[in-house]
C-alpha cells in the first residue's frame, strides 16, 4: 500500500533542509519565504533490519524494502485560507496525503529570518492550525446546508448526520482541531466522509540544533507542553546533522558520523518509526530466491487483504496462507529448517498478520 506524507510549516522552519536529507532529491532550499512553490515529490526507503537479515540467509536476486512518499509542501502563512501567499495551493496539497509531518522551529540562528520575526513554536503551530480549521469550517458549512435540507425529511439518519456535522463545526470554532473530537462509530464514520484537513493524523517534528537534538531546549519542551493533549507524536530532529549524513556514502561512515554525535540512529528512522506508528502500520515479508521483500499494511489486517497489497487477483483467489515468524527464520536460517521444526503454520482468511511475519499465499483466480 502506498504511504505519502506531507511536510507542513511556515516558511523558513527548515521543511525543504529537512527534505532534501531524508530524500536526497535536493529540493530548493532558500533562506526567504516561498522559496517552494510546487510541492516536491521524494521517496524514502523504509530502513529495516529484518529485511536485511533475511537478505543475507536468503541470498536472493533482489531485495525490495517498502518506501515512504515525502511531498515538501509550499510554506504557509496567515491568510491561506483566504488564499494569501500560496494557501489555496497548500491546502489542496494537504488533501493528498495519509498523514502530516508538521515541522516546527525550535532553534535561534540570526542568519535566518523568521517569517514572524522570532522564535515560538507554539505560536507558529497555532497559525497553521487556524488556517486549516478555517479551510474546514468552509467545508463544513457547504455540508451542513446540505444536512439541513436533507434533514427536512424527519429520517432518523438525516437528523443523525446533522447532528454529528454540527457538533464538528462546534469543535472547531472552539478552536480545536478536528483529530481531537470524541465519536461514536456513525460520527466517526462521517467524519472520514468530510476528509478534513485537521481531520488528518500529525506528526510533529521540532527542528533543533546540533547540541539539542537528545535532549531538547526551552522551546521543545514549551511545545510537547502545547501539545500534550492531542494525542500527537512529537521527535526531535536536526535538520543539519541529517543533511551531513545524507552527504555519506556508506553505512559505516554514516555510523561513526552518528557515533560521533553521540545519536543511535539517523533522524529519518525516528520519523519513519512515528510515521508507522501514528497510521498503525505494520511490515510483512515475502523470501525466496527472486527477491526478499518488504510489504506495508495496517495493523489488524487479515491474510487475504494483506495478499491483496501485493496483487489484487491474491486477495480475491486466496487459499491460504503459509506463515512463518521472523525470530524463527532468523534461529533455524532457511525455510526448509522451519518446515523440518514444524513451524511453519497454514493459516486461513481470518489469521490475523503480525508484524514480522514471513508469508507465502497460495491462491487461484
Not at 476528509?195 to 510537547?224: A, M, Q, W
Not at 556508506?250 to 506508528?277: D, H, P, Q
Request: hydrophobic content about 40%.
Amino acid at each position: 500500500m502506498g504511504l505519502k506524507c506531507g511536510i507542513v510549516g511556515l516558511p523558513n522552519v527548515g521543511k525543504s533542509t529537512l527534505f532534501n536529507a531524508l530524500t536526497s532529491a535536493k529540493a530548493l532550499a532558500a533562506n526567504y519565504p516561498f522559496a517552494t512553490k510546487d510541492p516536491n515529490l521524494g521517496v524514502i526507503t523504509v530502513p529495516d533490519q529484518r529485511l536485511d537479515k533475511l537478505a543475507d540467509l536468503v541470498n536472493p536476486q533482489k531485495v525490495l524494502p517498502t518506501t515512504i512518499e515525502i511531498l515538501d509542501i509550499a510554506g504557509l502563512i496567515k491568510g491561506a485560507s483566504k488564499g494569501e501567499g500560496l494557501g489555496n495551493q497548500f491546502l489542496a496539497n494537504i488533501r493528498e496525503v495519509d498523514a502530516i509531518v508538521h515541522v516546527v522551529r525550535c532553534f535561534e540562528d540570526d542568519n535566518v529570518v523568521h517569517v514572524d520575526g522570532s522564535v515560538d513554536p507554539v505560536r507558529d503551530k497555532e497559525v497553521i492550525d487556524m488556517e486549516l480549521m478555517l479551510k474546514d469550517l468552509e467545508t463544513l458549512e457547504k455540508r451542513l446546508e446540505k444536512y439541513q435540507k436533507q434533514a427536512k425529511t424527519g429520517k432518523k439518519e438525516d437528523l443523525r448526520a446533522l447532528e454529528i456535522a454540527t457538533a464538528i463545526k462546534d469543535h472547531l470554532e472552539s478552536e480545536k482541531p478536528a483529530r481531537t473530537i470524541e465519536l461514536e462509530e456513525d460520527g466517526q464514520a462521517l467524519l472520514n466522509e468530510l476528509f478534513l484537513l485537521t481531520s488528518k493524523p500529525i506528526l510533529y517534528v521540532c527542528n533543533v540544533d546540533e547540541s539539542s537534538v537528545t535532549d531538547g531546549n526551552e522551546h521543545t519542551e514549551r511545545f510537547k507542553e502545547a501539545v500534550k493533549d492531542e494525542n500527537a507524536e512529537v521527535i526531535l530532529i536536526s535538520a543539519d546533522i541529517e543533511s551531513e549524513i545524507a552527504t555519506l556514502d556508506s553505512k559505516e561512515e554514516r555510523n561513526e558520523f552518528l557515533e560521533e554525535m553521540g545519536l543511535e540512529e539517523a533522524g529519518v528512522n525516528k520519523l519513519i518509526r512515528a510515521a508507522y506508528k501514528l497510521l498503525k502500520l505494520i511490515t510483512y515479508f515475502t523470501a525466496g530466491e527472486k527477491e526478499v521483500r518488504a510489504w506495508t499494511i495496517e495493523d489488524g489486517w487479515k491474510a487475504p487483504q494483506a495478499a491483496g497489497v501485493i496483487h489484487t487477483d491474491f486477495e480475491k483467489g486466496f487459499i491460504r496462507a503459509e506463515v512463518i515468524g521472523y525470530n524463527d527464520f532468523v534461529a533455524l536460517g532457511s525455510e526448509q529448517a522451519v518446515k523440518e521444526a514444524g513451524k511453519m503454520s497454514v493459516e486461513g482468511k481470518e489469521y490475523v498478520v503480525s508484524d514480522g511475519d514471513v508469508m507465502h499465499f497460495r491462491f487461484n483466480v
